[in-house]
């Protein structure tokens, strides 16, 4: 096929079709061609995929909300729902990376602490600096709490050592125990991708 006929085919799409597909290709994990395969096949399951879907975004949109303490997505009215429940202990707090970070770790059952998600690491190349981790409100947090030990579980990336070692800087003279996972976790592992057992091995094994 010529450019040009390509050319006369993408014209003919029409502009809120094109402005769907560039919306879901800039999601994590999707690419154009993904994209235009996603909204083709909602586009042809209206009633059995895309109406399913539009009610639950609305749902999500309007009753799920980051909580001012962690940051952990939930529904709530004032803090989430693992911030709120008096059966977990609050002396101990489990650092991570974003939220998918904290499901991994929730689907282990293996700690029945409290979270602080960072939202990212440091990173120079994308001007994360460590203001950009809040520690100051996490060692509030912890002051106000009589936190005893916190729990850094971050991917074995250079980024992701990189912050468990400032953030064990930060600490160092506090009073507070700093943890970071180890056993089972490899160089350059992700934690969302880990199976359930080897991520329970490394909290079990932590040091």
Avoid at 40 to 49: C, T
Avoid at 90 to 107: G, T
Wanted: charged share 25%; net charge neutral.
């Amino acid at each position: 096929m010529r450019s040009n006929d390509f050319s006369k085919i993408k014209n003919n799409m029409s502009p809120d079709i094109e402005s769907l597909i560039q919306k879901f290709s800039r999601l994590p994990g999707l690419g154009p061609r993904s994209a235009r395969r996603m909204v083709i096949h909602l586009l042809r399951n209206r009633e059995q995929s895309m109406e399913p879907i539009l009610t639950n975004l609305e749902q999500v949109y309007k009753n799920v909300k980051i909580c001012p303490i962690c940051s952990n997505i939930d529904t709530f009215t004032d803090v989430c729902s693992i911030c709120s429940d008096g059966r977990r202990r609050k002396d101990i707090v489990c650092i991570v990376e974003n939220v998918s970070d904290l499901w991994a770790i929730e689907r282990t059952s293996c700690f029945f602490g409290q979270y602080h998600v960072l939202k990212g690491l440091l990173s120079s190349l994308d001007g994360r600096g460590p203001e950009f981790l809040k520690l100051d409100e996490l060692q509030d947090r912890c002051r106000e709490n009589g936190v005893t030990e916190l729990i850094i579980a971050l991917s074995a990336t250079v980024e992701g050592q990189t912050t468990d070692h400032y953030i064990k800087n930060f600490f160092k003279n506090k009073n507070i125990k700093t943890t970071s996972l180890a056993h089972g976790i490899p160089m350059g592992g992700e934690l969302d991708y880990l199976d359930d057992g080897t991520l329970f091995a490394a909290f079990s094994a932590r040091g």
